[in-house]
């Protein structure tokens, strides 16, 4: 079977309107993502040559103007609400004029991972997705496996709150996965250190106790812009390895997700076909350390779509450019035809607990 007969399941794109952009707490003028993103953009970015096998998505929560608790002078959660609404009528096939989705669209949305306030704990965790099964209702309330809080952009410590490591604990109970964010390039390693700390108070002790599985996003961001000779040897990478060995470690129940690179690495220009080979081997010191850590099993294939485009050379080519990257990476490794079809669809399948 060629890569492009074995079906994908894209496990990390975003979705947000053009009327929505004024709730999206990253949103400015000037922001390349600065415009619509949907479900009709999204098709056309993946219809690339030559075109996949793509079962359907699952969405990401896009970081909207939200507070953890629902009360004034905060945000609140009706920005956030709004989000699980529109997909709400995506999952449907009920779209609202002008908001970039038709009824067909609806069985393209496998998945469902909106914002929660888990920093709140079990009590405020516990109204909000209710609220949010009042929005979805019964019928799509089966497509919400898991919620994401990110903490690239918190203050240290974030992680370890009491409120926060119960609030995933309560997550477990529920079946729900929880989504993590952390960056470490941007925001750096103390991010990864903390996270770790985090894993083993949540996975300590849990006797009898449903863990929660955690999905690690974007590799974790790692500097994949870092110079050296000899970029395994470094002692920023070193340090890496050891904190993302250690996630893997912490549970059987963590995962990765093999995305977000194009957002590290050096832009990409729109007309020019890159270098897949360069890009694979710039690549290769952190991937194989995500494989060799986690298996094959564990690890799992997104997109990061819209937000690759930025550095993936835009809309009509950063999709397709990805899939070959990874396409390449997969050979790399000397994936059996099995482990190939976990990456592209069912490993992520198994992750958030969607049936197809």
Same mark, same amino acid.
């Given at each position: 079977?060629?890569?492009?007969?074995?079906?994908?399941?894209?496990?990390?794109? @975003?979705?947000?309107?053009?009327?929505?952009?004024?709730?999206?707490?990253? @949103?400015?003028?000037?922001?390349?993502? !600065?415009? =619509?993103?949907?479900?009709?953009?999204?098709?056309?970015?993946?219809?690339?040559?030559?075109?996949?096998?793509?079962?359907?998505? +699952?969405?990401?929560?896009?970081?909207?103007?939200?507070?953890?608790?629902?009360?004034?002078?905060?945000?609140?959660?009706?920005? %956030?609400?709004?989000?699980?609404?529109?997909?709400?009528?995506?999952?449907?096939?009920?779209?609202?004029?002008?908001?970039?989705?038709?009824? =067909?669209?609806?069985?393209?949305?496998?998945? +469902?991972?909106?914002?929660?306030?888990?920093? !709140? !704990?079990?009590?405020?965790?516990?109204?909000?997705?209710?609220?949010?099964?009042?929005?979805?209702?019964?019928?799509?309330?089966?497509?919400?496996?898991?919620?994401?809080?990110? %903490? =690239?952009?918190?203050?240290?410590?974030?992680?370890?709150?009491?409120?926060?490591?119960?609030?995933?604990?309560?997550?477990?109970?529920?079946?729900? %996965?929880?989504?993590?964010? %952390?960056?470490?390039?941007?925001?750096?390693?103390?991010?990864?250190?903390?996270?770790?700390?985090?894993?083993?108070?949540?996975?300590?002790?849990?006797?009898?106790?449903?863990?929660?599985?955690?999905?690690?996003?974007?590799?974790?961001?790692?500097?994949?812009?870092?110079?050296?000779?000899? +970029?395994?040897?470094?002692?920023?990478?070193?340090?890496?390895?050891?904190?993302?060995?250690?996630?893997?470690?912490?549970?059987?129940?963590?995962?990765?997700?093999?995305?977000?690179?194009?957002?590290?690495?050096?832009?990409?220009?729109?007309?020019?076909?890159?270098?897949?080979?360069?890009?694979?081997?710039?690549?290769?010191?952190?991937?194989?350390?995500?494989?060799?850590?986690?298996?094959?099993?564990?690890?799992?294939?997104?997109?990061?779509?819209?937000?690759?485009?930025?550095?993936?050379?835009?809309?009509?080519?950063?999709?397709?450019?990805?899939? @070959?990257?990874?396409?390449?990476?997969?050979?790399?490794?000397?994936?059996?035809?099995?482990?190939?079809?976990?990456?592209?669809?069912?490993?992520?399948? @198994?992750?958030?607990? +969607?049936?197809?």
């Amino acid at each position: 079977m060629t890569p492009t007969q074995i079906p994908i399941v894209d496990s990390h794109i @975003h979705l947000f309107p053009e009327t929505h952009l004024k709730t999206l707490s990253w @949103h400015s003028a000037t922001n390349p993502l !600065g415009m =619509q993103h949907s479900v009709n953009e999204y098709r056309h970015a993946t219809q690339c040559n030559p075109p996949p096998l793509l079962h359907g998505f +699952i969405f990401l929560e896009t970081d909207r103007l939200s507070s953890i608790t629902d009360s004034p002078p905060n945000h609140g959660w009706q920005h %956030v609400l709004d989000e699980v609404s529109l997909l709400t009528r995506i999952a449907l096939g009920i779209p609202i004029p002008g908001e970039g989705h038709s009824p =067909q669209d609806k069985a393209f949305c496998l998945g +469902i991972v909106p914002w929660a306030p888990v920093p !709140g !704990g079990p009590d405020v965790l516990s109204v909000y997705m209710e609220q949010v099964r009042a929005r979805t209702g019964e019928v799509v309330w089966g497509k919400v496996r898991g919620v994401r809080y990110l %903490v =690239q952009d918190k203050v240290a410590g974030t992680m370890l709150g009491g409120g926060f490591v119960e609030g995933l604990r309560w997550l477990g109970r529920q079946g729900l %996965v929880f989504d993590l964010g %952390v960056d470490a390039r941007s925001g750096g390693l103390g991010q990864l250190r903390e996270a770790v700390q985090m894993m083993g108070l949540v996975y300590g002790g849990l006797e009898g106790d449903d863990p929660v599985t955690i999905v690690i996003n974007h590799l974790c961001k790692p500097n994949l812009r870092l110079l050296s000779d000899d +970029i395994r040897s470094h002692p920023e990478f070193l340090e890496w390895k050891d904190l993302v060995t250690k996630m893997a470690r912490a549970s059987p129940r963590t995962y990765m997700k093999l995305s977000g690179a194009f957002s590290e690495l050096l832009p990409l220009e729109t007309e020019l076909e890159p270098d897949f080979g360069a890009i694979v081997e710039r690549v290769q010191p952190w991937t194989d350390v995500v494989f060799d850590a986690f298996g094959a099993d564990r690890v799992m294939f997104g997109s990061d779509w819209p937000v690759c485009n930025v550095g993936g050379g835009g809309n009509d080519v950063s999709w397709g450019r990805w899939r @070959h990257v990874v396409e390449e990476i997969l050979e790399w490794r000397g994936l059996s035809e099995e482990q190939k079809r976990g990456v592209w669809g069912s490993v992520a399948l @198994h992750a958030y607990g +969607i049936e197809i």
